[in-house]
């Protein structure tokens, strides 16, 4: 029993220890899951230990060594291209991208806050017509710039060709239909070129962003540097905006109607009406691509400008191409639109201008207002511009011009130009620019701003009035003597070739003053001036009165510059230096306009007047114009046409000084010729010639005479004296200090501060013959001596001696007189009628004279101390007779003969 019961508490036994167990292993289980795992965790990492452990143990101990066997290339490939490598670069992409999404937004959050003032939905309203308006001082409307026609600057897209559009976004934007406002390809492409290339920031620009660029950021887009880079984040900003507020119809018709063109065209119908005289909707497929071919350069591509012609039509050729790649057309189409002569349909541009009053003027005023504000600001148009041009002065200038051409003729010219500055102010008054506006081939190219050789005309400007300023050491004045002799020594030091320097009439005129120089404009007097001068001092002096453009232009003339050669002027300038003289030797610049306004009518620039800046003493200005308004001083080399009524001043009606101007083709042939005209209120250059700058058959100046006699007195006498502002007989303003006196025998204007002294020369007085005008001899009658100081003069340029005496030879003795001339004879003889006490009595006076050796010439009857005769007397002789009714008690009869000789003959009645 005690076995059995054992037995029986080992089975319990046994069975409780098996459900024990049961209940252990069930627990137990459940937690091996988690030990499996992390069991296998272990396995793998200890896996990796013992193979990265491996990998150590295959690599060198030193560090260094180490380091370097790290980067075996198999290696390294094993280890970017295993599992663990391949995780880790894509955990670095998308964090890249990230922060790149980041850095992205950030800029777009930045720069919006800049643009809080643009209003996309604006976009369209900026769009407008432009119409910019041009008057004279007075009103008088001159154009409206406008193109030609009525055109709409702003056309509805369906008023559009379909080519038109097509071949601006073949050639600008191939992806316009496909982007929302920015081209990925085309900024990756942007980026790389000015980052990588290191270039200058290149477009990658959509259509909607070149929109943008034009409306909103117009005067930034010159700048193509790194600092050009935030407006290209702002478009992009604004191209995302828009994209969402407009359709790309819309967009691409605002971009059309307002991308340049070239000149003033400003949208596509605008191009379309000036170019091919029809609208954008008619435009067809060699037109759509020569237009769209323009808003790249516009400046240059523009269809009126010459030089860029064969650029253009290679760009036309190339969005052809473009058009047929993007499959807008076929290859076929685009070979015809290529064979086609397109420059040939360009419209004359002289079309446009049509109604156009004072064309050369008005054109000249836009090409200054867009050098000043820029083009694209002008193209916006709406301003009103009240220029300084009176319309008055014009058409009497147009007319004068045309007078002119009445005698082209005479030397073969095809061609004149006048143009006037205002003395007091430097405002252009008037501006004709050729015979012609409508000449075929010139008529429209202006010769008042054109570079033209100024020849002899430049003579008061850059030689005589830089030598008058002279204070230090020699002194010089319109009395001084400059020798006229040959140079060519000096002159053509240094040259090969043929060279020599002459005056016109081939002569030499001696000892002679800087007045008969200048007024008869001689050549060698006004070479030693600037010779004296100095070239740079001389130059700087033309520059500052006016003649900017006067060997600027890396001319190298040399000495010849001092008669006009080699160098050139603008016709506009050289007025204005002119004009500088005769205000006193004050500087004023050229003006052009006297106000403008903007769309609102908002001043937004006007002319105000200034003092000017003073380049000469007033002194100085007025010694020069004294010899400019000297009709008489010119007359040895002009004859009679120094009094010619386009050349010489009319004390009772317009006083104006003058110096003409003949330039030569390097031949001896004539090929300019000018007159340069100022009075005191008015400066004019007038020029003839031909327009191919061919010679003329002669030098003759009848042309520029016959304008400057039609122009002269009309504008003064019906503008300047209308306005007040001028009266007939006006002279010019004599200043304070300058003497009118004789210094070394010559009677002429000098400066205050000229002495003896500072002559640089030395006198001494000698007794000549006033009949030959040479030293008196031994023979020389009493009456016909004068005393006059000699004076040493050694040439500044040639340093040679030599004698003067005003009008006097001291280097000759009188050969008039000899001492065997007789002298003419005189006699009286008086008969009376009646007794003295007889009221009725009177008597007769017969003075009679008889010839010596040489003609008489004149004679005087004196009566009771009064002359009561006198005049000329027959060459041999004659008899004078008088009848008085009062006795003559003292009777004078006088005779005087050509060589100067007189005998006097007395009497009284008995």
């Avoid at 193109?147 to 509805?156: H, T």
């Avoid at 605002?254 to 170019?275: H, I, K």
């Avoid at 003069?793 to 004698?803: A, G, L, N, Q, Y």
């Avoid at 008969?831 to 004149?858: K, Q, R």
Wanted: a positive charge.
């Amino acid at each position: 029993m005690a076995k059995l019961k054992t037995a029986s508490n080992k089975k319990k036994a046994t069975n409780s220890s098996s459900k024990h167990m049961v209940k252990k292993s069930a627990k137990k289980s459940g937690m091996s899951l988690y030990s499996n795992l992390a069991y296998k965790r272990r396995v793998k990492e200890d896996m990796r230990a013992r193979k990265k452990a491996e990998e150590l143990a295959k690599l060198p101990k030193n560090p260094i060594l180490r380091f370097f066997a790290r980067l075996r290339p198999d290696r390294v490939f094993k280890a970017i291209f295993s599992k663990q490598g391949m995780i880790r670069i894509l955990k670095f992409i998308v964090v890249c991208i990230l922060l790149m999404i980041i850095a992205v937004g950030g800029l777009f959050l930045y720069f919006k806050k800049d643009l809080s003032e643009i209003d996309p939905e604006e976009l369209a309203s900026r769009v407008q017509n432009t119409v910019n308006t041009y008057y004279d001082r007075n009103g008088e409307l001159l154009w409206e710039d406008r193109g030609s026609g009525d055109y709409r600057l702003v056309v509805d897209g369906s008023d559009i060709s379909t080519y038109m559009r097509q071949a601006t976004v073949a050639i600008e934007d191939k992806n316009f239909y496909n982007h929302a406002g920015i081209d990925l390809s085309g900024i990756a492409r942007a980026v790389y070129v000015t980052v990588l290339k290191r270039g200058s920031v290149q477009g990658g620009s959509t259509l909607t962003q070149q929109l943008i660029k034009q409306v909103y950021f117009s005067d930034e887009a010159k700048d193509r540097s790194f600092s050009g880079i935030p407006r290209k984040i702002k478009e992009m900003i604004l191209a995302i905006e828009v994209e969402k507020m407009y359709d790309k119809e819309q967009i691409i018709t605002l971009y059309l109607n307002e991308s340049p063109y070239g000149g003033r065209r400003n949208g596509v119908e605008s191009a379309a009406q000036t170019y091919f005289n029809k609208s954008a909707k008619d435009l067809d497929l060699a037109e759509s691509a020569l237009l769209a071919a323009i808003p790249n350069n516009p400046g240059v591509l523009n269809p009126y400008n010459p030089d860029g012609n064969e650029a253009l039509i290679n760009r036309q050729h190339l969005v052809l191409n473009a058009m047929v790649d993007m499959g807008y057309i076929s290859k076929e189409e685009a070979k015809k639109a290529k064979e086609i002569d397109i420059l040939d349909r360009i419209q004359p541009e002289q079309n446009q201008y049509a109604g156009m009053k004072a064309p050369w003027f008005v054109l000249e005023v836009r090409s200054q207002l867009e050098q000043k504000y820029g083009i694209k600001i002008m193209r916006e148009g709406g301003f009103s511009i009240k220029t300084t041009l009176d319309y008055r002065a014009q058409k009497i200038g147009e007319a004068a011009v045309k007078a002119g051409q009445k005698v082209f003729s005479i030397n073969g010219a095809d061609n004149a130009a006048l143009v006037s500055v205002d003395v007091e102010t430097g405002q252009v008054i008037s501006m004709v620019g050729s015979v012609d506006w409508n000449k075929q081939g010139y008529g429209q190219v202006n010769a008042t701003t054109s570079l033209l050789e100024p020849a002899s005309s430049i003579k008061p400007i850059l030689d005589y009035t830089p030598l008058f300023m002279k204070r230090n050491g020699v002194n010089y004045a319109p009395g001084t003597i400059l020798r006229d002799e040959n140079i060519n020594s000096i002159y053509c030091a240094g040259t090969y070739g043929n060279c020599s320097v002459k005056n016109y009439d081939g002569r030499f005129y001696g000892n002679i003053t800087i007045r008969k120089s200048l007024a008869g404009s001689l050549n060698i007097a006004a070479i030693k001036a600037l010779y004296i001068n100095g070239i740079d001092n001389s130059l700087k002096v033309a520059h500052d009165l006016g003649d900017k453009s006067y060997c600027a232009n890396g001319e190298v003339a040399g000495l010849s510059m001092a008669i006009g050669g080699g160098c050139s002027v603008r016709p506009v300038e050289h007025a204005n230096a002119y004009a500088s003289l005769a205000r006193g030797g004050v500087y004023k610049d050229l003006t052009y306009w006297l106000e403008i306004k903007n769309s609102t009518g908002d001043v937004i620039d006007a002319w105000e007047d200034t003092k000017g800046t003073r380049v000469v003493d007033d002194q100085v200005a007025y010694m020069t114009m004294s010899i400019l308004t000297d009709c008489n001083a010119r007359t040895f080399t002009f004859g009679s046409l120094a009094y010619n009524r386009g050349f010489c001043s009319n004390s009772n009606d317009v006083v104006f000084g003058s110096k003409t101007g003949t330039s030569e083709n390097g031949k001896g042939r004539a090929k300019d010729t000018w007159i340069m005209t100022v009075s005191p209120v008015l400066a004019t250059a007038i020029w003839s010639g031909n327009h191919d700058g061919s010679p003329l058959w002669n030098d003759t100046h009848d042309i520029c005479f016959a304008i400057s006699s039609a122009y002269i007195s009309p504008v003064h006498n019906e503008v300047y004296a209308k306005d007040g502002k001028w009266k007939k007989g006006q002279n010019f303003e004599v200043p304070n200090g300058i003497k009118h006196t004789t210094i070394n025998g010559v009677y002429d204007y000098w400066p205050s501060w000229y002495t003896q002294k500072s002559s640089g020369i030395s006198t001494t007085e000698k007794t000549f013959d006033r009949i030959s005008k040479k030293l008196a001899t031994s023979c020389t009658p009493a009456e016909t001596k004068v005393n006059a100081g000699v004076t040493k003069i050694i040439d500044p340029m040639t340093k040679k001696e030599s004698f003067t005496a005003g009008e006097y030879n001291p280097n000759a003795n009188d050969d008039v007189h000899s001492c065997d001339d007789k002298r003419p004879t005189a006699s009286i003889s008086v008969t009376s009628s009646g007794s003295e006490d007889d009221e009725s009595a009177s008597w007769t006076i017969s003075a009679t004279a008889n010839f010596g050796t040489f003609e008489l010439e004149s004679y005087t009857l004196v009566v009771n101390g009064q002359t009561v005769k006198s005049g000329g007397m027959g060459a041999s002789g004659g008899t004078a007779e008088y009848i008085t009714t009062t006795k003559p008690t003292s009777i004078s009869f006088k005779v005087t003969d050509r060589a100067g000789y007189t005998t006097t003959a007395t009497g009284a009645a008995e």
